[in-house]
């Protein structure tokens, strides 16, 4: 629902510069949209190369779908809070942390699979 302008009389009005018609909020732009789109496309390649591990996949491909623009967006809008640069970094650097030793266990799991590690 939309402002209505007029619907309470100019001498009933209590806070008169207080309920005014105008733009709502815009969605918060991002810092570097194209370093943005260049990490988000380096972890969607890493999503592709675990792409015979589904949970290695799914994971680098959240962390894709987060770090770019309109991941970012439809997060806002989805659960109604301003995802700030630091909590961004915060959260996305703490999923990184977290993928890493599970990716790298896999990694090795492949090469003693292929036989080109002997000690695992």
């Given at each position: 629902?939309?402002?209505?302008?007029?619907?309470?009389?100019?001498?009933?009005?209590?806070?008169?510069?207080?309920?005014?018609?105008g733009k709502g909020k815009d969605a918060s732009k991002i810092k570097w949209p194209l370093a943005a789109y260049l990490l988000s496309a380096l972890?969607?390649?890493?999503?592709?190369?675990?792409?015979?591990?589904?949970?290695?996949?799914?994971?680098?491909?959240?962390?894709?779908?987060?770090?770019?623009?309109?991941?970012?967006?439809?997060?806002?809008?989805?659960?109604?809070?301003?995802?700030?640069?630091?909590?961004?970094?915060?959260?996305?650097?703490?999923?990184?942390?977290?993928?890493?030793?599970?990716?790298?266990?896999?990694?090795?799991?492949?090469?003693?699979?292929?036989?080109?590690?002997?000690?695992?």
């Open positions: 629902m939309g402002y209505l302008p007029n619907l309470i009389p100019e001498e009933h009005r209590v806070l008169k510069e207080y309920f005014r018609a972890f969607v390649i890493a999503a592709l190369t675990f792409l015979a591990h589904p949970i290695v996949f799914i994971a680098f491909a959240s962390l894709s779908w987060i770090i770019s623009p309109p991941g970012h967006k439809w997060l806002e809008r989805k659960f109604r809070f301003k995802f700030l640069t630091k909590v961004k970094l915060i959260f996305c650097a703490a999923m990184y942390i977290a993928i890493l030793p599970l990716a790298k266990s896999f990694h090795q799991r492949d090469q003693v699979h292929r036989g080109q590690l002997i000690f695992p």
